[in-house]
């Protein structure tokens, strides 16, 4: 079993670059599909972007394409977020989700196996 940990949100200024933290537990993070997803108030959670395994591919939703960079690294069992050029309409709580079938593309959140409590990122205007 793995078990997710988010960090890193916060207020952020409009524009602003924060990175998140989705800290892993267990000896086999590495084996597993990573994604991020995020739900603002009264909407869908939302996919965000994914890594496989190893690192070597990525995901993303149109929305944050040239934007959002998702990584890995896994000798510190960690998945990051890295948010470029934030605007408004990013505000909502992001959420790390892990897939022991390796599943790293799927829009639908119960795909995934384990999830993080979430972290929140408000981007003020």
């Known amino acids: 079993q793995v078990q997710l940990v988010e960090s890193g949100g916060g207020l952020v200024q409009a524009g602003g670059s924060p990175i998140l933290s989705c800290a892993a537990s267990g000896r086999t993070f590495s084996s597993y599909g990573t994604v991020w997803f995020r739900q603002a108030p009264g909407q869908e959670r939302d996919f965000v972007a994914g890594i496989s395994r190893s690192g070597g591919r990525t995901d993303y939703a149109d929305s944050v394409k040239g934007r959002f960079t998702i990584s890995r690294d896994n000798a510190k069992n960690t998945v990051y977020l890295q948010m470029n050029s934030l605007k408004p309409e990013d505000t909502a709580v992001y959420l790390c989700?892990?897939?022991?079938?390796?599943?790293?593309?799927?829009?639908?959140?119960?795909?995934?196996?384990?999830w993080g409590q979430g972290t929140q990122v408000t981007v003020s205007s």
């Open positions: 989700a892990a897939d022991a079938a390796g599943w790293f593309t799927r829009r639908l959140p119960s795909v995934y196996d384990y």
